[in-house]
């Protein structure tokens, strides 16, 4: 996995290849390409990082990967979705050490990496508390003219799609993939173009964290292009993109329609507000579940 080279002066260096979390496996990009990364760390531990460049081949076997594991996510009971979204904070307070080394190598300060961090595990507590909470606070029994119980029950939707935002890669990535594991779905995370490290590491992590193979997918790459391969995919229920390029968020948009697709698009605003409580609540998770209507007669 590791390849040989020479820096700008001449020193023999490592060029490390981080690799996709798919599947529940670490898996090669098919094409084999990757792109460098640039790491801030001191001059006198200099490495080369290269992260796997993801092809639209990669991306349809995640969605088809995450399909098949969809149905036992979101048949498991909320019980135990919640004992696995907690185990996550568990491994991410376990190896806060390694994510503040990759964060900061990744250009964060130390002060704001700590802060991330900690705001990371606390995200993860908060959405592992509401797996057995969201049904009743979004279920309702509805009126009706006619002799029937008309109850309204939230399901999940499928595969969703999350574009993570190049600013905080880790609460960043965590804040828009939570809510929908919270509601039964399962996700393919597109991790953040400059500052990929943090989210591949993430799915080391999750491999040791309970989740189940298949509910989350890590690739990353351009995210521009992916995020729109991602919209046009129509085993993909609904995506969540972070961008700052405007066009990217129209494309999305226009894309995700062929499909009737779910689409939430938003610019830097979601990364000012990440910290805030407007960063998590009901509604992050009412975006992704999907209102089902039944009615049931009554004996007369």
């Known amino acids: 996995m590791n390849d040989v080279s020479h820096d700008a002066g001449q020193r023999l260096a490592v060029a490390k290849t981080y690799k996709f979390f798919v599947g529940g496996a670490f898996i090669r990009p098919e094409s084999g390409r990757t792109y ?11 490495h080369h990082v290269n992260a796997p460049r993801a092809s639209r081949k990669d991306l349809r076997e995640a969605v088809r990967v995450a399909a098949g594991a969809w149905k036992g996510w979101a048949e498991r009971t909320a019980t135990n979705r919640g004992q696995i979204l907690y185990r996550i ?50 279920a309702s029994a ?36 939570l809510p929908a594991l919270v509601g039964g779905n399962v996700v393919v995370v597109i991790t953040s173009e400059c500052r990929p490290l943090v989210g591949l590491v993430l799915g080391e992590l999750l491999a040791t964290s309970d989740v189940p193979a298949g509910v989350v997918n890590i690739l990353s790459g351009p995210s521009a292009e992916l995020a729109t391969e991602l919209a046009k995919h129509r085993e993909v229920a609904a995506i969540h993109v972070v961008a700052d390029v405007p066009q990217t968020l129209i494309d999305v948009e226009r894309l995700g329609a062929g499909s009737i697709k779910r689409v939430k698009g938003e610019g830097h605003v979601f990364v000012e507000r990440l910290y805030t409580p407007r960063g998590q609540g009901l509604s992050a998770i009412e975006r992704w579940i999907e209102p089902k209507t039944i009615w049931h007669p009554v004996a007369i």
Do not use: W
């Open 36 to 46: 460098p990364v640039t790491t801030a760390i001191d001059s006198a531990d200099a």
């Open 89 to 138: 904070a568990e491994m991410l307070e376990a190896r806060r050490e390694e994510l503040h080394q990759q964060l900061v190598r990744s250009g964060s300060s130390a002060g704001d990496a700590k802060v991330e961090i900690e705001a990371s595990i606390d995200r993860c507590v908060y959405y592992a508390g509401f797996t057995d909470k969201y049904q009743s606070l979004l």
């Open 142 to 177: 509805n009126p009706t003219g006619g002799p029937h119980f008309v109850f309204t029950l939230p399901e999940s939707m499928g595969v969703v799609g999350v574009v993570a935002p190049e600013e905080a890669p880790l609460l960043g990535l965590l804040s828009m993939a």
